[in-house]
């Protein structure tokens, strides 16, 4: 049995108050929260194992080695891969397209090729990419948004071609809370002979990932919005793909022999993991996944759908708010606008509550030139929030704009 | 503590702005944007030989930026471009804390903004779009 009350309790921050009001934490999407576990394994960590991976033939670099590597298979099987040599560690998201972009659109990618993204993408899924046809010749087109928030799947269809070679699509919108059907865009880009990457930054946390069932050969996504440190996250790619692949950095044990003027490259994944690694941050990963696998997916998914869908009802009865996003099968956070009071302003009034949301153009500027605005304010739950919480939501918006309305 | 913030200056700046608009054939017309944000802000100036004959601004923002761009209107309306060089100045050093908003002043309303360092620049802006234009030659 679910029990939000009994979670909570491993989550210390969520005891503190914020302007003498209990902290109501809903800016998930930008990062999590961290319960006790994860925390105790980063200080265990460094008060009993810290040293440097591989290559130590010392007892605590072979401890760190060890918990390290099993962090990794932590996180293949959490995201159902079929191995884990495929699982490379990084920073986060951003890091992992970013290698994609780099390491296999420079090679790949030629003029007249094509790289099909859609709309509605965080910049980390579009910059890249941006970067890449321009050093390469070839060019995006972009999968258009309904305005009911979903895909335009008769563009994709029309848009996924022979000229295709990747397509890249969010998982799930950071601002839309649309979860998008890309079990369909990877079939649609196998049929033409090219690749699917999923950016599962706001998917990974929230619902089950089978990568395997989503059909794509590349996931990325970032640990810190998964309970997980900042600083570490991954990418899964096929193998096959990974290696026929050119390195993204060059340094420490990506190599298996360097001479003065050329060097040949290690196996995977160490290939794509130059230099010393954010070792602790891959290790609280694995803490974190811990975590999330002893709740269940499923059932933090059907928390979220619940609290999310009670978050829009609560919050779609505020005469004249503007809700973005579809009604339905939608992930746990809701993107609003009111009329009369800007989103920064209504987030610092909310904060004087201890309500912490976010505002502004969450990173997709392209979406917000597309729904016509500058900015929307963002509440994003996760697996610790509750209805109380939502409710708290409301009530200081409509305290918000009584604030504004005084002055009027 | 909202009070400090949202002063009374600055929600009648918000709600009743003042030079809102466009001016045709402007001598200077500068669009900013706020990267944290996408807030957006074009300033409009029309000088009569070294003085500013007409000043006016549009965009979008919350309402420390508004009010702010409204304050500047105010503020700039007849200065020479070297007085209404030395007011952006002065006001970016009194918001970035480096020197004292004078009491009397009613850009001191601006002041609750220095405590929230990420609304600094929303308070800004507009004014940064009136010297960029100034310095692109308006």
Not at chain 2, 44 to 51: H, N, P, R, W
């Amino acid at each position: 049995m679910y029990d939000v009350a009994e979670i909570r309790q491993n989550f210390p921050i969520l005891d503190r108050e914020v302007h003498g009001k209990p902290l109501v934490y809903l800016d998930n999407a930008a990062t999590s929260q961290k319960p006790r576990q994860v925390i105790q394994t980063l200080t265990d960590y460094y008060e009993k194992h810290n040293a440097n991976i591989h290559r130590g033939a010392h007892r605590l670099a072979e401890e760190a080695t060890a918990a390290y590597e099993e962090a990794r298979e932590k996180v293949a099987r959490f995201i159902s891969a079929p191995d884990s040599d495929g699982l490379i560690f990084t920073r986060g998201t951003t890091e992992s397209i970013n290698l994609v972009a780099h390491a296999w659109g420079r090679k790949n990618l030629r003029e007249g090729d094509e790289i099909v993204l859609t709309e509605t993408e965080h910049h980390s899924n579009l910059v890249p990419w941006q970067l890449a046809v321009r050093d390469t010749g070839a060019r995006l087109r972009f999968i258009p948004m309904l305005d009911d928030g979903t895909l335009d799947m008769e563009a994709a269809r029309r848009l996924i071609g022979p000229k295709t070679k990747l397509v890249a699509c969010t998982h799930a919108s950071n601002v839309l809370a649309t979860i998008n059907p890309v079990e369909e865009l990877a079939r649609l880009a196998h049929e033409n002979d090219a690749l699917m990457l999923v950016d599962g930054a706001q998917s990974a946390p929230h619902m089950p990932v089978d990568v395997e069932k989503l059909g794509c050969d590349f996931f990325a996504a970032s640990g810190h919005k998964m309970l997980g440190p900042t600083g570490a996250g991954f990418l899964w790619g096929r193998i096959e793909i990974l290696e026929e692949m050119e390195p993204f950095l060059g340094g420490g044990e990506m190599i298996r022999e360097v001479h003065l003027d050329h060097s040949t490259w290690n196996d995977l994944p160490y290939k794509f993991e130059a230099g010393t690694m954010n070792i602790e941050g891959a290790i609280g990963l694995g803490a974190a996944v811990d975590y999330l696998d002893e709740l269940g997916m499923e059932n933090v998914r059907e928390h979220e759908r619940r609290l999310g869908a009670y978050a829009h009802g609560r919050l779609s009865e505020i005469e004249g708010i503007v809700l973005y996003g579809p009604e339905k099968d939608r992930a746990g956070l809701v993107s609003f606008s009111l009329p009369d009071v800007h989103p920064h302003d209504l987030s610092q009034l909310l904060d004087e509550e201890g309500v912490a949301i976010r505002s502004g153009h969450h990173c997709c500027q392209p979406l917000m030139r597309r729904l016509g605005i500058a900015a929307t304010a963002r509440a994003s739950f996760y697996l610790y929030n509750t209805e109380e919480e939502a409710d708290a939501l409301v009530a200081a918006l409509v305290r918000a704009r009584e604030f504004f309305g005084a002055f009027a | 503590m909202m009070r400090e913030l949202y002063t009374q200056i600055i929600m009648d700046h918000y709600q009743r702005p003042r030079n809102r608009g466009e001016i045709d054939n402007p001598d200077i017309e500068e669009h900013l944007l706020n990267p944290l944000c996408g807030d957006e802000v074009t300033v409009y100036a029309l000088f009569e030989g070294d003085k500013v004959s007409d000043v006016k601004f549009g965009g979008r923002g919350c309402a420390i930026s508004q009010a702010s761009a409204s304050m500047m209107t105010e503020r700039l309306m007849g200065k020479s471009r070297e007085a209404a060089e030395k007011e952006i100045k002065g006001f970016k050093s009194m918001m970035t804390g480096e020197t004292e908003f004078p009491e009397m002043d009613d850009l001191a309303a601006l002041k609750g903004v220095i405590q929230y360092p990420s609304r600094i620049k929303c308070a800004t802006l507009a004014w940064n779009a009136f010297q960029k234009g100034m310095d692109d030659g308006g």
